[in-house]
């Protein structure tokens, strides 16, 4: 895509992730200025976006003259999904990064774009589809280590706009890169929508301090969601939130539940053993809750000494977590682990704990659902849909931070592991599973897209 070129040395002086080649880089571009976390640091990355707009403007209105002049099809639609975040490993990455290809190989014209990090020495391209666009200034994110917040530069972004026009744009993350894309391709005349996948509101409670900051920080959520309607949501829970905090108005919400390549995770990889074994997969991070589990650990096996917990994930809180817990020698780090590997340690374990109220949706559930594992869930956020949408019982929606009805219902569990009731939950739990496949939820969006774009030819027979 794009002034390319095939990589000398693989372009990048950063560890691969495993299942990310780089197959092209960018030609080199003036590496943009890398911040400390700041709260008025984060209204800087916002100024800088505005002067590339500024200072492109000739630019972007000379790109809307050429695609009013483009010809549309509405069985030949283009998207392009952008989020600042795919540079990394998290939920909102991976599921995209598990979307695209799927779209891809079913013939449609959709596209992956995002940031180039700073440990990044160029713009680079992964697996032929993801776009890592050349970084033009970048911020470690509040409260996440090993994050950032990349804002690309604008021009690559045009001539890439130009070379493989688009007829809409889908955001997936409120930052700095998502507004300049967001505006520059509503100034073109691409229809810009966004995807609620982060519960801001929530996380900037949990991570940041000064009350300025979190009153900023919603400000800007509502005027990003409301500017860039409809918005998407993966539950109804977040419909909600939508509503009373971010103030979309309903008829500008759209629910789409998502979905996982189920292909990737099964019973088959379970292995017998006699200890009761308890998982949490995710980022290790306050605002996933861990303290609590911790403290819930520690209650729990005063009574109950012989269960494991195993922890698969990373974190800026992991050193934390090891140092709090370092006396209980039934507790296991894994690291991150993906793949087959990932796969093993869902079928391996007998229930899954996940005590965050801030996952809008929660791969991380249908996962182990898939691998046949019962999970434990709190009712804030989306991954109580998840199990209470099942038409049989794969799992327990458990009172936010109650401590005592969730050390029940640990003991609970252990009671009833290797039970028929058991073994029938483990059944049920892959069958529910089904509900979240790819083929579902990329159906379901496709006609959401035409929908939108060609509203009477999507009510068309085909």
């Keep these: 895509m794009i002034p390319h070129r095939k990589p000398p040395n693989g372009g990048d002086t950063r560890p691969q992730i495993e299942g990310r080649t780089i197959t092209s880089v960018f030609k080199p571009m003036k590496q943009g200025t890398h911040y400390r976390p700041g709260n008025v ?5 916002l100024i800088k976006m505005f002067w590339q707009l500024i200072s ?11 695609y009013s002049k483009q010809k549309r099809n509405p069985e030949d639609i283009s998207i392009i999904f952008y989020s600042d975040n795919l540079d990394e490993i998290n939920g909102i990455a991976n599921s995209l990064r598990s979307v695209v290809p799927y779209l891809r190989a079913k013939g449609k014209k959709v596209q992956l774009w995002g940031s180039a990090f700073n440990s990044r020495t160029n713009g680079v391209v992964e697996n032929n589809y993801v776009v890592l666009f050349p970084r033009a200034v970048s911020m470690e994110q509040l409260g996440y280590a090993d994050s950032e917040l990349a804002a690309p530069y604008l021009v690559p972004i045009l001539k890439a706009l130009k070379r493989y026009p688009a007829d809409l744009i889908e955001l997936e993350t409120p930052s700095p890169g998502a507004w300049l894309v967001g505006i520059a391709g509503k100034i073109i005349g691409i229809k810009v ?6 519960d801001v509101p929530n996380y900037t409670r949990s991570l940041v301090k000064e009350a300025w900051m979190r009153r900023y920080v919603l400000w800007l959520m509502r005027v990003f969601y409301q500017h860039t309607t409809p918005v998407i949501c993966p539950c109804e829970a977040y419909r909600k939130i939508l509503e009373t905090e971010i103030n979309v108005k309903p008829k500008f919400i759209k629910v789409l539940p998502r979905g996982i390549p189920l292909e990737n995770f ?36 005063k009574e109950n000494p012989n269960a494991e917990l195993t922890f698969v994930g990373s974190g800026w809180y992991l050193n934390s977590l090891k140092e709090n817990m370092k006396e209980f020698k039934n507790v296991l780090y894994m690291g991150l682990k993906a793949g087959k590997e990932l796969a093993e340690h869902y079928a391996n374990a007998d229930f899954f704990l996940f005590p965050s109220a801030t996952d809008t949706f929660g791969n991380v559930i249908v996962e182990s659902l898939a691998s046949g594992t019962p999970a434990l869930v709190t009712d804030k956020g989306g991954p109580q849909d998840i199990i209470n949408n099942a038409a049989e019982k794969c799992g327990w929606v458990l009172p936010f ?37 790819l083929e579902k939820m990329t159906t379901a969006q496709w006609e959401f897209f035409r929908e939108l774009l060609y509203p009477c030819s999507a009510k068309q027979p085909r």
């Design 401 to 437: 931070k109650d401590l005592e009805s969730w050390k029940a219902q640990l003991k609970q569990c252990c009671e009833m592991f290797g039970t028929p009731e058991y073994e029938q939950m483990r059944n049920s739990c892959t069958e529910h599973s089904k509900n979240y496949t």
């Design 266 to 301: 099964s019973p088959i990889y379970r292995k017998k053993k006699s200890v009761i074994r308890f998982l949490y997969v995710g980022r290790i991070s306050v605002e996933k809750d861990i303290p609590f589990l911790e403290t819930l650990w520690k209650e729990f096996c």
């Design 56 to 66: 492109n403007i000739p630019k972007i209105l000379k790109l809307r003259s050429f």
């Design 193 to 198: 929508i966004s995807h609620y996948r982060t």
């Design 41 to 45: 640091r984060t209204t800087l990355l």
